[in-house]
């Protein structure tokens, strides 16, 4: 669990649409994507790619890997196709994680 009870209602991430989340909404969301990494069949050590653009989701993906034990393996989202193919390559992760349309 990332936060107490007391703290749960603080706010932790100020988004750029004026939405605010809580400790709380980003424990929650977090532990919703390590269960949606282990229904994908991730196990503790293994490596997942991340090419997503910058945002609160980003955020708790990245916490999710460490909730599962997963190592996150961080791709910026300007890599072409060719760097993006190569990294994977040398990466070897179990999951990959994408922007839609990407």
Not at 1 to 29: E, F, I, K, S
Not at 66 to 88: F, K
Request: proline content about 4%.
């Amino acid at each position: 669990m990332l936060v107490t009870g007391q703290d749960g209602g603080r706010p932790c991430l100020l988004l750029d649409d004026g939405d605010v989340w809580t400790y709380a909404d980003l424990d929650r969301r977090s532990d919703e994507l390590a269960g949606a990494l282990r229904a994908c069949g991730v196990a503790a050590g293994d490596r997942v790619a991340v090419q997503v653009d910058k945002s609160a989701d980003a955020v708790a993906l990245y916490l999710a890997c460490l909730r599962s034990g997963a190592v996150h393996v961080p791709i910026n989202t300007a890599y072409t196709v060719a760097e993006v193919a190569g990294l994977v390559d040398d990466a070897r992760p179990s999951l990959f994680v994408g922007r839609p349309g990407a």
